[in-house]
Nanobody
Framework: QVQLVESGGGLVQPGGSLTLSCVAS????????MTWYRQAPGKEREGISC????????YYGDSVKGRFTISRDNAKSTVYLQINSLEPEDTGVYYC?????????????????????WGQGTQVTVSS
């Protein structure tokens, strides 16, 4: 397992932008699946974006397509989530998850049970 630390959350007005970061302990080159999850108040955790080690096979949930962009910098052991056009419905705790063996697929929502390492989460609140 790797240790993951998220950052970048905060209070943002609707229509605003944020960039979330997730730093992994050690080398990230061998971590194939990196995923961002979101848990809104009173709702289950949902997988919103996933990326392979190569940077390909990007998955985006329907609610975030066109507004969120996932990327990773293996040399910096960091995965990013660029969030644009924020909506109140984007409010929640955003978690980073990693798994050595998980292969992201563009049309397959990642199951939380497939990931062995989790960060502590970073809060994003969208409100005027």
């Amino acid at each position: 397992q790797v240790q993951l630390v998220e950052s970048g959350g905060g209070l943002v007005q609707p229509g605003g932008s944020l960039t979330l970061s997730c730093v992994a302990s050690g080398s990230m080159y061998s971590i194939n699946g990196m995923t961002w999850y979101r848990q809104a108040p009173g709702k289950e955790r949902e997988g919103i974006s996933c990326i392979r080690a190569s940077g390909g096979s990007l998955y985006y949930g329907d609610s975030v397509k066109g507004r969120f962009t996932i990327s990773r910098d293996n040399a910096k052991s960091t995965v990013y989530l660029q969030i644009n056009s924020l909506e109140p419905e984007d409010t929640g705790v955003y978690y980073c998850a990693a798994d050595m063996d998980y292969y992201c697929e563009e049309n397959m929502s990642p199951a939380a049970s497939d990931f062995s390492s989790w960060g502590q989460g970073t809060q994003v609140t969208v409100s005027s």
